[in-house]
């Protein structure tokens, strides 16, 4: 059962609007988060080449849900603490691969310099860790709907257009994705890599902008979209050859496509997911295509259940198609003065985790950590200063 659109249009408005003071909940989220803008290092690029790519050729939306069933989430990925890393840890964990329109790969690796670590350091550990009381029970883990369904269906086609709903599109392969820049869209890495090949030629992937319309009788499901071809796609390397391990690292479970051109819709900007920024209570909203043979939209919102630095628990409803969206928050730019949207975080949907030999079921979305920031930012400008988030 959806949620009456009354309730959600409260979730969407801020409260001054209707004539009301902001509540307090407001007031200490304005406070808590912290704003994030690298500096610009000096970098070193060295890229390999690494020819043509393979591809599956059987059904990509079974091959999808297989894959799901083999993220991991080992001891460090589960950690609740906030840790300083390296330089040598940073250029590792920002090594990524690269495939284009022709199916050739290379591996980029970065040299970066000592400013680019002590900020994210100095960043990470001015919000304090996650604290017990915020390490509750993971009270709404599997994905299967259940009483109160926080979903409703986007049934007047003016809102495609309007923000953030327009920057919600259905990727070819299944899943969902979230426009974070005029010509890139962020998405789950599995949605076209799953760790061994990639899931499809790049050149048979295309991303959907809901059309301004209700299809007519007899259209197919896909002349409800417009689809822009993919060009380019960005993967972190430590998802791209996990191929002879058993199980993937569900922190590396995030890519970024490249469209051949803008589209007309207007898009979210990234920001830092971290506890700090979004702690467990936190409202998040999610917009996704659940369904892979609906053109319906549909959004839902619900609260951060608790966490650790690399993924959320949440226990908002949803379906396979939806896994790829983009996650966002609401939050006050105190530069600008007015309420704004975040995309701090990946759906994952309802996957298995296994943590020392044990396999634990939770409803997850993949933080935006600062690294993550840092490597979504320089695939969609080419500089790790050109973002603040």
């Given at each position: 059962?959806?949620?009456?659109?009354?309730i959600?249009?409260?979730?969407?408005?801020?409260?001054?609007?209707?004539?009301r003071?902001?509540?307090k909940?407001?007031k200490?989220h304005r406070?808590?988060?912290?704003?994030?803008k690298?500096?610009?290092p000096?970098?070193?690029?060295?890229?390999?080449?690494?020819?043509?790519?393979?591809?599956h050729?059987?059904?990509?939306?079974?091959?999808?849900?297989?894959?799901?069933?083999?993220?991991?989430?080992?001891?460090?990925?589960?950690d609740?603490?906030?840790?300083n890393?390296t330089?040598?840890?940073a250029?590792?964990?920002?090594?990524?691969?690269?495939?284009?329109?022709?199916?050739?790969?290379?591996?980029?690796?970065l040299s970066?310099?000592?400013?680019?670590?002590d900020?994210?350091?100095?960043?990470?550990?001015?919000?304090?860790t996650?604290?017990q009381?915020?390490?509750?029970?993971?009270d709404?883990r599997?994905?299967?709907?259940?009483?109160?369904?926080?979903r409703?269906?986007i049934?007047?086609?003016?809102?495609?257009?309007?923000?953030?709903f327009?920057a919600?599109?259905?990727?070819?392969?299944?899943?969902?994705?979230?426009l974070?820049g005029?010509?890139y869209?962020?998405t789950?890495a599995h949605?076209?890599?799953n760790?061994?090949k990639?899931?499809?030629?790049?050149?048979?992937?295309?991303?959907?902008?809901?059309?301004?319309?209700?299809?007519?009788?007899?259209e197919?499901?896909?002349?409800?979209?417009?689809?822009i071809?993919?060009?380019?796609?960005?993967?972190?390397?430590?998802?791209?050859?996990?191929?002879?391990q058993?199980l993937?690292?569900?922190?590396q479970?995030?890519?970024?496509i490249?469209i051949?051109?803008?589209s007309?819709?207007?898009?979210?900007?990234?920001s830092?997911?971290?506890?700090?920024?979004?702690?467990?209570?936190?409202?998040?909203?999610?917009?996704?295509?659940?369904?892979k043979?609906?053109a319906t939209l549909?959004?839902?919102?619900?609260?951060?259940a608790?966490?650790?630095?690399?993924?959320?628990y949440?226990?908002c409803?949803?379906?396979?198609?939806?896994?790829?969206?983009?996650?966002?928050?609401?939050?006050?730019?105190?530069?600008?003065?007015k309420w704004?949207?975040k995309?701090?975080?990946?759906?994952?949907?309802?996957?298995?985790?296994y943590?020392?030999h044990?396999r634990?079921?939770?409803?997850?979305?993949?933080?935006?950590?600062?690294?993550?920031?840092?490597?979504?930012?320089?695939?969609?400008?080419g500089?790790?200063?050109?973002?603040?988030?």
């Amino acid at each position: 059962m959806f949620v009456p659109i009354f309730i959600v249009l409260l979730t969407l408005v801020p409260l001054h609007a209707a004539g009301r003071s902001p509540a307090k909940p407001v007031k200490r989220h304005r406070e808590t988060w912290h704003d994030f803008k690298l500096p610009s290092p000096l970098h070193d690029e060295v890229i390999v080449s690494l020819g043509k790519a393979e591809f599956h050729n059987h059904d990509t939306r079974q091959k999808l849900d297989d894959d799901l069933s083999n993220l991991a989430c080992d001891d460090a990925c589960m950690d609740m603490n906030v840790k300083n890393i390296t330089k040598e840890e940073a250029e590792q964990s920002l090594v990524y691969e690269k495939i284009d329109l022709n199916g050739a790969k290379s591996v980029i690796r970065l040299s970066i310099d000592d400013k680019f670590v002590d900020y994210i350091n100095a960043w990470s550990n001015k919000g304090d860790t996650l604290s017990q009381q915020q390490q509750g029970s993971h009270d709404r883990r599997k994905r299967e709907v259940y009483e109160y369904d926080t979903r409703f269906p986007i049934q007047d086609p003016a809102l495609y257009e309007t923000s953030p709903f327009s920057a919600a599109v259905k990727l070819s392969t299944g899943c969902s994705g979230v426009l974070i820049g005029p010509q890139y869209v962020l998405t789950a890495a599995h949605c076209i890599h799953n760790g061994k090949k990639y899931v499809k030629r790049l050149k048979d992937v295309k991303v959907g902008f809901r059309r301004d319309r209700e299809l007519e009788a007899g259209e197919d499901i896909a002349d409800a979209f417009y689809w822009i071809r993919a060009t380019e796609a960005f993967v972190p390397y430590e998802w791209t050859s996990s191929g002879k391990q058993k199980l993937l690292p569900v922190e590396q479970d995030y890519a970024v496509i490249k469209i051949k051109r803008e589209s007309d819709r207007s898009y979210l900007n990234i920001s830092v997911g971290t506890p700090e920024n979004v702690a467990s209570g936190t409202r998040i909203h999610i917009p996704a295509f659940d369904k892979k043979d609906d053109a319906t939209l549909v959004y839902r919102f619900c609260r951060v259940a608790d966490g650790t630095q690399e993924v959320m628990y949440q226990v908002c409803d949803s379906e396979k198609g939806a896994i790829g969206a983009g996650v966002y928050v609401r939050r006050w730019d105190r530069e600008a003065r007015k309420w704004s949207r975040k995309v701090v975080a990946i759906y994952g949907g309802h996957a298995k985790f296994y943590q020392d030999h044990a396999r634990q079921d939770y409803n997850v979305a993949l933080r935006i950590t600062p690294l993550k920031f840092a490597q979504i930012c320089f695939w969609t400008t080419g500089s790790y200063g050109g973002c603040k988030g």
